[in-house]
């Protein structure tokens, strides 16, 4: 193993809670779990046999359970308010919801888990422990039933304004799908997502025709192949990628050279200034592994590598046209990421 990817498996070590979770990186702004990261950076321990998976998932099922009355509530009526839905942010420790107002519903992050649920009942991991924990995969299935999944606007995968996403419709059709050999999923609810993203294709929303986001769609999902993940990856590289990372979409706020004056303008006050996320790159690398593109995927790996600290960490993201990264380091995320492509462009050659 070269010495890059033994950082990057340390790294996820140092950010692995006692109870199987992640942190998302060690600043004190990201010093909490997200179910999206946890589900990313378990992604490399999926085809091992150190029960690290396993762990992930038991924690993740124990926390449903712990807030079961809330899942039953949605199961038969739709939340309204943003605090009704499941969370995907928890405190690390206590795996407990945080009171301070935040954008809550993020349906990715459901269907993201269901997904890592199935894959692994699949790959022979023992994921289901008892009857209690399949009920409370059926209950999440309700809950997506209930909310109305393929039609209702949720806060996405960067936690901002509510839209219909494409990359949470496809991640919720894809855990549905994972999922069908366990608990009952109806086909239509199934269908129901596969429509949205017919309409919506190739966009992610109304207000973002292209967004990093969709590589999801295509890795790991596999709900965009052939010639449609082609399009997408295509737009993706014309336009938001640049030298250190690829930007989450064009008119990005967050972490822009101009947030300081605040993130309330229209999206092309923001153009040319927006972050570049490193975690953009081993993304693409696994993408066109997806598609068969060995070169490209070579190329984006060796530029993850190029802008890796000494350390080996992945920094969350360098500002706009300079060397200089943000706190957020490492983002656990990004190492998971240039772990998963770098072994299985290994696995290839």
């Known amino acids: 193993m070269n010495k890059k990817l033994t950082n990057s498996y340390q790294i996820l070590d140092q950010l692995r809670l006692p109870n199987g979770l992640y942190l998302a990186s060690l600043s004190n702004d990201y010093h909490y779990v997200w179910l999206r990261d946890s589900f990313y950076m378990s992604l490399p321990f999926l085809d091992k046999v150190d029960g690290n998976f396993e762990k992930t998932y038991h924690r993740i099922l124990d926390l449903f359970k712990e807030y079961e009355w809330k899942i039953d509530i949605h199961t038969r009526q739709r939340p309204i308010q943003q605090w009704e839905y499941i969370h995907s942010r928890y405190s690390a420790h206590e795996v407990k919801e945080l009171e301070m107002p935040w954008g809550h519903a993020q349906h990715d992050a459901i269907g993201a888990i269901l997904w890592g649920i199935g894959m692994g009942e699949s790959s022979g991991k023992r994921i289901i422990r008892d009857l209690k924990d399949h009920e409370i995969i059926q209950k999440l299935v309700w809950y997506l039933q209930c909310i109305h999944y393929w039609e209702d606007a949720d806060n996405g995968m960067w936690e901002e304004w509510k839209e219909v996403h494409s990359s949470s419709v496809g991640a919720c059709v894809a855990g549905l799908q994972a999922v069908r050999n366990i608990v009952f999923v109806p086909s239509e609810l199934i269908l129901s997502g596969y429509q949205t993203l017919t309409t919506q294709f190739p966009r992610e929303s109304s207000n973002r025709p292209i967004d990093l986001a969709q590589m999801s769609l295509i890795y790991p999902y596999q709900i965009l192949v052939g010639e449609d993940a082609k399009v997408v990856i295509d737009q993706i590289e014309t336009n938001l990628c640049r030298d250190r990372g690829v930007i989450r979409y064009k008119g ?52 993850t590598e190029s802008v890796m600290l000494k350390d080996g960490s992945l920094p969350e993201l360098y500002f706009a046209k300079s060397t200089n990264h943000n706190a957020n380091t490492p983002l656990g995320w990004g190492n998971a990421m240039y772990i998963l492509a770098k072994e299985r462009l290994g696995k290839i050659h």
């Open 252 to 303: 990005d706020s967050y972490y822009s050279t101009l947030e300081h004056e605040g993130r309330h303008h229209s999206l092309s006050y923001y153009y040319d200034t927006e972050a570049e996320w490193t975690f953009g790159f081993p993304w693409l690398a696994l993408c066109h592994l997806e598609l068969g593109n060995i070169d490209k995927a070579n190329e984006y790996i060796k530029k």
